[in-house]
């Protein structure tokens, strides 16, 4: 089988949109997958548009940027906006709840993620939106093992946070249960 | 007493290049005296110059390892070859105009590092190589080939700058001192960290002759008069003092 | 000489890296210990890495001033017996290029990484170019030599660094690796093997540091410290390093040998990959994260029963003349698709027989397939 899955995670600096495509990327690897990954993001460090593009292959992958996605996350309404018809028919769209206003006239699928909310009343903490998020992609999706990202979690984030992300990307995957019943 | 300098000399060097009437020379003298005083290994003696007069000094002559590199670059070079080989012994001897124009960022930032280097600075105070333009150190007042009305602009106070660049030790000694600089040459290759030590030498050639020194030895006679200690120049007025030039050691 | 084979200082294994980190470790794994830089966006990555690993090494890391520093610091740490590199973008190159010349009239070995990024000038830092690969070649006065390869994938900034490394040893001279910033920031796979070829420089006691009897030799070359009262100068100089700025003879003899030395090796160095061109009338010649594109073009013109194919250049300078030359003869027309306004087209016009087509695109952004189909329509 010769599948090639190409993820857009798009909201502003300082989300954690790197982040999070750096360890689906790793996650990808670490299961065997051909993976590239590229971020791009505006002049400043914080704020201002950021997107991050993750393309998976049971091949070698020649061109390494994304072509069209088949999945979207959209963090901020601007990143949807953006972005909302480079998908493929076939494909899936993610975006943050209480951030972005869907438009319901695009003929995909479009999956409405609490993740800035959970992040802030359950886990008390903004910045691990990103990894909540991430737990509903790979539920929702399977574009990779939720073992592969505890991997990842362990791999690139700081000792003193793992608990908190791994915590984070769990209540993901229960979101992603719920919404995609 | 005679001694056998011939083993600090590099095999095959039969003469200096410099002009006549030219201090280098005696800086170059002073230098290996001191090596010899202190019995420096000249095996693990690196020397490295940039660009100018200045920078034949050590290149060919001296028999160690000699670094000639580009003008203004001397110091940039020399921090590479200490880091990675601290069992060197680096000397840089440069310029003027290398040391503290072309190179006065790398002279700036090697002093704030305080990397153990010891550099000598044979100043005097021209472009001598390129045919006697004006540098950073022309006093302000003097001719050469580019100020034919006079030099508009002050020259650095080259230790001033350099101990404030954090340098840790810091001389200024004139080629008519050479006992003095001999005894300066052995406190910097002694000391650990960066030591500077300027050396006023005389260029009859580029900026004597532009300047009413048209002799070697008027040149010389000048520096004998206007260099003085920091005691000497304790009583002397403000008018008598803008010409002379203080000498002694600055730093620790 | 030969090259040796050691353990990998990195554990074997696949990573996710991005490119510039893969550089970083291709350094360290060839052998790499001293480093010397100053900050420019798209290569900065590269120096954080070396700061780190140089540390858990045991080697040197120093941040310069600026550039002219980090360069002329890593040919002092050269001459001490390190294998050393430095890395930077644009503007930092130009910065570079007088020590790049004293490195290649010298015969130091050593490594630059150049991250291209858009030029001229500070023109767009955190956007992508080629622009640099005329420079990289012509950049330093005179008429010298650099090798100067062209990685396309993180792979090969791990690979080609090593091998940049390597080539810089044996020929004595400055090797440049011509990345840019889609592939110096572009995380992929990256296999990192148990074992590790290396090559070093070859040292032999009182022998001429810069001389030989051969033509196009390669003297040995010893550290300061080891006792040969070494004589090192960027003018010209005799066989032992004593300056002859007057006589013509050794002049020429010493400009000859630092330019025949890689010219008479360029088989032995220069590396390409053909895609396709056994039946190839049309063919694309391509390098660097262009060639990604191209390829992929390639394959999807293929599906479609087109006769095109590829030549990949890895290596850039010296340029790869007998494979361009062969390819002039085998097709009828050749596309070069690059981020300038056809730097390497025009070299390759110096060798193909056939027609030329330069392709090019510089508005800060990489070269797209869409953009390759749509200016393969037009021709
Ligand atoms: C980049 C560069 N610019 C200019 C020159 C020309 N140049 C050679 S020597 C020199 C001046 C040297 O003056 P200084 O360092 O004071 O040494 P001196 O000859 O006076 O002893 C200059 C400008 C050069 N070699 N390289
Ligand atoms: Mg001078």
């Given at each position: ?181 | ?252 | ?228 009262r070494l004589l090192v100068t960027g003018s010209t100089h005799d066989a032992f390093g004593f300056r002859k700025t007057d006589d013509p003879e050794v002049h020429s003899r010493l400009v000859d040998r630092i330019n025949q030395k890689i010219l008479r090796n360029r088989t032995e160095i220069t590396e390409t990959e053909d895609y396709y061109l056994e039946d190839s009338e049309r063919a694309m010649i ?94």
């Amino acid at each position: 089988m010769s599948e090639m899955r190409q993820v857009r995670l798009s909201g502003f600096g300082g989300q954690g949109i790197v982040l999070a495509g750096l360890l689906l990327g790793q996650a990808g690897v670490m299961e065997g997958k051909y993976v590239t990954g590229s971020n791009s993001y505006g002049a400043q460090a914080r704020g201002s548009g950021c997107k991050s593009e993750i393309v998976f292959s049971d091949h070698p992958i020649h061109y390494p940027h994304l072509i069209i996605a088949d999945i979207l996350v959209a963090m901020s309404q601007g990143a949807y906006q953006t972005y909302d018809e480079e998908v493929k028919e076939s494909g899936i769209i993610l975006y943050d709840r209480g951030r972005v206003v869907p438009n319901m006239e695009l003929n995909v699928k479009q999956l409405g993620v609490s993740a800035t909310e959970i992040s802030l009343k359950k886990l008390k903490n903004k910045q691990v939106a990103n990894i909540v998020m991430l737990g509903a992609l790979v539920e929702t999706t399977g574009i990779v093992s939720p073992r592969a990202i505890r991997k990842a979690i362990a791999l690139h984030i700081p000792k003193r946070f793992q608990a908190l992300n791994l915590k984070a990307f769990h209540k993901g995957m229960e979101l992603g249960k719920q919404i995609n019943a | 007493m005679v001694r056998a300098m011939e083993k600090y000399i590099r095999t095959g060097v039969k003469a200096t290049p410099f002009c006549p009437g030219c201090g280098h020379g005696i800086l170059m003298n002073s230098i290996l005296r001191a090596l010899d005083e202190l019995n420096m290994d000249m095996k693990k003696m690196l020397f490295v110059s940039g660009i100018g007069c200045a920078a034949w000094i050590p290149s060919p002559h001296f028999n160690g390892d000699t670094l000639h590199t580009l003008h203004g670059r001397a110091l940039a070079f020399a921090t590479g070859a200490k880091l990675y080989n601290p069992d060197l012994c680096v000397m840089v001897i440069s310029g003027d105009g290398d040391l503290s124009s072309i190179g006065g960022n790398h002279l700036i930032h090697a002093a704030r590092r305080n990397l153990d280097l010891k550099v000598v600075c044979a100043n005097n105070m021209i472009y001598g190589m390129t045919g006697g333009q004006v540098a950073s150190t022309t006093p302000k007042g003097f001719k050469s080939s580019t100020t034919g009305e006079g030099n508009p602009h002050r020259p650095f106070d080259l230790c001033k700058l350099v101990a404030a660049a954090g340098a840790t030790y810091v001389a200024r000694y004139s080629v008519t001192q050479p006992l003095a600089l001999i005894q300066a040459l052995k406190k910097a290759i002694r000391h650990v960290g960066f030591s500077f030590i300027e050396v006023l030498s005389p260029c009859p050639t580029q900026f004597g002759r532009r300047n009413l020194m048209d002799r070697p030895e008027e040149m010389i006679q000048d520096l004998l008069r206007r260099c003085i200690s920091e005691e000497e120049a304790e009583g002397l007025a403000e008018k008598e003092l803008s010409e002379k030039i203080i000498t002694g050691e600055f730093e620790p | 000489m030969i090259s040796r084979w050691i353990k990998s200082p990195f554990p074997k294994g696949v990573y996710y890296f991005s490119g510039n980190e893969a550089a970083a470790e291709g350094a360290i794994a060839a052998g790499c210990r001293f480093y010397a830089g100053y900050p420019i966006t798209p290569s900065s990555e590269i120096m954080e890495r070396m700061a780190v690993r140089l540390k858990e090494v045991g080697g040197i890391f120093i941040q310069m001033e600026d550039e002219i520093a980090s360069i002329s610091a890593i040919i002092g740490a050269s001459w001490a017996g390190a294998k050393a590199m430095t890395a930077t973008s644009g503007p930092g190159f130009s910065l570079m290029q007088e020590s790049i010349g004293y490195a290649a009239f010298t015969e130091t070995p050593c490594v630059i990484i150049d991250v291209q990024r858009a030029g001229p000038c500070t023109g767009q830092a955190t956007r992508v170019g080629s622009g640099d690969i005329m420079q990289a070649k012509w950049g330093s006065h005179g008429d010298y030599q650099v090798i100067a390869l062209s990685p396309w994938s993180v792979q090969e900034m791990y690979d080609l660094t090593l091998r940049g490394f390597n080539l810089s040893e044996r020929y004595r001279v400055p090797t440049l690796v011509m990345s840019d910033e889609a592939i110096g920031h572009l995380r992929e796979n990256l296999s990192i093997h148990s074992k590790v070829e290396i090559w070093d420089r070859k040292k032999k006691r009182g022998r001429p540091p810069f001389g030989t009897e051969e033509e196009g030799g390669v003297p040995p070359m010893p550290a300061f410290g080891e006792g040969e009262r070494l004589l090192v100068t960027g003018s010209t100089h005799d066989a032992f390093g004593f300056r002859k700025t007057d006589d013509p003879e050794v002049h020429s003899r010493l400009v000859d040998r630092i330019n025949q030395k890689i010219l008479r090796n360029r088989t032995e160095i220069t590396e390409t990959e053909d895609y396709y061109l056994e039946d190839s009338e049309r063919a694309m010649i391509a390098y660097g994260f262009t060639a990604r594109t191209s390829l992929y073009v390639v394959h999807q013109l293929r599906k479609e029963g087109r006769k095109i194919g590829m030549l990949r250049l890895k290596t850039l300078w010296p340029f790869p003349e007998e494979a361009v030359t062969t390819l002039g003869k085998r097709v009828k027309k050749v596309i070069v698709p690059e981020m300038n306004l056809g730097q390497v087209a025009g070299e390759v016009k110096k060798f193909c027989a056939c027609e030329v087509i330069s392709l090019h695109q510089t508005n800060g952004e990489v070269i797209g397939p869409e953009t390759i189909m749509e200016m393969l329509k037009k021709i």
